[in-house]
């Protein structure tokens, strides 16, 4: 069963938005003690929508049987589902649009926001390496296997959540 103990940490108290927009040291996201959600669940008694639909969607996924797509695809496992919400806790802000999540043949799962003229796509293959490929429509483009510093991928982040 996905880890959904994530629903209803809070935040630190008193940190300031901007630091938690910022976020300079990602360096260890992948490690659960150290995941923070960077949207305000402060006082909240209820689980952010965009939050809700990507658990369902993810045990949805999880629960895909091997050869789901009749050309030999492998299953999703649980631990790429956790580690999918995790990353999702680190990166959406209360005005990031909910991405569409699929599956890959490979087993992996993969996060797509395309969106306000932004095409975003992270595939998650382990909580150590996720494939990130980013367009904007005024030009800028790239390509990117990421592991330990995500600031490239928050970048990209506030770019889709501010416009």
């Keep these: 069963m996905l880890n959904d103990s994530l629903a209803v940490r809070e935040p630190i108290r008193g940190v300031q938005e901007e630091m938690m927009l910022d ?3 990602l360096r260890e996201w992948h490690r659960p003690h150290i995941v923070r959600p960077t949207y305000a669940f ?3 008694q209820t689980v952010p929508e965009w939050r809700a ?3 369902e969607q993810i045990t949805k996924l999880t629960a895909l049987p091997q050869n789901w797509d009749s050309y030999g695809a492998l299953p999703v496992s649980e631990g790429i589902g956790n ?3 995790q990353l999702l806790d680190l990166l959406m802000r ?3 649009p909910s991405p569409s999540i699929v599956p890959t043949p490979g087993g992996h799962l993969q996060l797509e926001w395309h969106t306000k003229g932004i095409d975003l796509e992270i595939e998650i293959h382990s909580s150590l390496l996720l494939r990130v490929s980013f ?21 990209a982040i506030t770019v889709l959540s501010n416009r």
Excluded: F
């Design 23 to 25: 976020r300079p040291n």
């Design 42 to 44: 402060e006082e909240l």
């Design 53 to 55: 639909k990507a658990l």
């Design 83 to 85: 580690i999918a919400l």
């Design 94 to 96: 209360a005005n990031t």
């Design 135 to 155: 367009e904007d429509r005024s030009g800028e483009e790239w390509d990117k296997d990421l592991s330990s510093d995500l600031s490239d991928l928050t970048k």
